[in-house]
């Protein structure tokens, strides 16, 4: 669905957030297409197992934001219970097509149907969006707040206590503990994360973690829609509820590990107090002190974000289905050819990696400009 950026006037949007989304989209593109995964500088990959780099902070953050956006978007609607229905339908119709785009993502271009993996990115925000959403939307703060402690208090439990069949013991590494078996059981690893067949970083255990994220931000939403609350307020108890969940999440991690791929307690905590102090401290910024001449950049990538994140995964796929021959008459792909001619002559291998990447999201940067320029917003 495409619509135009006038017609949302009639909700008021929170600017730092769309500022907040748009930074991290715009990282989520560098960090999925570096000009070669060979080289590439540390932070900007994932930690190994645990551990926490700033690329591992970008889901988390998505997922966060998604959970405040959810509180923007139907605070008004969700005081009439009669709306709820109407509500639901809604958001579960939004999720399944969320999900349908995911698999499409990873069913292209092949269509191979009997190895395509069901699990993934778009498919967790899909699952997440909906299962927040109507925590949301049939709940109030204090079932959230219950919600999110149990979620991290059940996971560490289940992880850490439960044995692992065929293992004999509850564990935490990749291929034996109870998420990748259960993955293994239900999924099939035909159907995995394709760099191990044995186990997938958005897995069924691992996602209800995850929901634990969306629901730190309807939390956090919650708190900057208060009427009760000024400014300053807001601000002060939004950023010692980021520092302390942060301090949280680093003691959790001397006996649960910070782990993006198993979502653990740990993580959730630490990445959520991120989140909420940049959030906050944009909040701050933007829409409290009123500095806004630097946020269009972002703007542009938060309002689309959805469509930068599909067709930027997209294109490389094309690129790699192209064979053109180089300037040694090799035959490569596409975008082999484009990073050798453009990059690999005036770069160092790594330099040149991370200018691929730079060069990319600049790209995207101008066809989302010219959508904005344009009023148009596509939407699920």
């Not at 960090?31 to 995964?37: A, E, I, L, Q, S």
Request: proline letters at 4%; hydrophobic letters at 50%.
């Amino acid at each position: 669905m495409t619509e135009t950026l006038t017609q949302k006037t009639a909700k008021p949007r929170l600017l730092s957030l769309d500022v907040f989304r748009g930074i991290t989209v715009a990282f989520m593109t560098l960090v999925n297409n570096p000009g070669d995964w060979g080289h590439i500088y540390a932070p900007l990959e994932h930690s190994e197992w645990n551990g926490c780099t700033p690329t591992d902070l970008v889901f988390p953050f998505f997922l966060f934001i998604v959970g405040v956006s959810i509180v923007y978007a139907l605070e008004s609607k969700k005081t009439d219970i009669g709306l709820h229905k109407k509500l639901t339908i809604g958001v579960l119709r939004r999720a399944v097509i969320l999900y349908l785009i995911g698999l499409v993502l990873n069913l292209f271009p092949y269509l191979h149907f009997s190895t395509v993996r069901i699990p993934g990115v778009i498919q967790r925000i899909a699952v997440v969006y909906a299962i927040a959403a109507l925590f949301y939307i049939y709940g109030n703060r204090k079932v959230w707040t219950n919600a999110f402690v149990a979620i991290l208090v059940a996971y560490f439990l289940i992880m850490t206590f439960i044995p692992v069949p065929g293992v004999g013991y509850a564990n935490l590494n990749p291929e034996t503990n109870l998420g990748a078996w259960l993955d293994r059981t239900i999924l099939g690893e035909a159907h995995l994360w394709k760099s191990s067949k044995t186990w997938d970083p958005e897995g069924i255990l691992s996602t209800i973690p995850a929901v634990a994220t969306a629901l730190f931000g309807i939390l956090a939403g919650t708190f900057l829609k208060r009427k009760d609350k000024d400014d300053a307020q807001k601000v002060s108890w939004l950023f010692a509820v980021g520092v302390l969940s942060v301090i949280a999440g680093l003691v959790v991690d001397l006996f649960f590990p910070i782990n993006k791929a198993l979502w653990t307690s740990s993580f959730v905590l630490y990445t959520g107090g991120l989140a909420t102090i940049g959030l906050t401290l944009l909040y701050w910024l933007i829409d409290v002190q009123g500095y806004k001449r630097f946020t269009k950049p972002f703007v542009v990538f938060g309002v689309n974000a959805i469509t930068v994140y599909t067709l930027s995964g997209l294109i490389p796929r094309i690129l790699s289905m192209i064979n053109v021959h180089n300037a040694e008459g090799k035959t490569v792909n596409g975008h082999q050819y484009l990073y050798e001619k453009f990059f690999t002559p005036y770069f160092s291998p790594i330099n040149a990696s991370l200018a691929g990447g730079l060069t990319y999201v600049l790209i995207w940067f101008v066809i989302l400009w010219l959508m904005y320029r344009k009023n148009i917003i596509i939407k699920v």
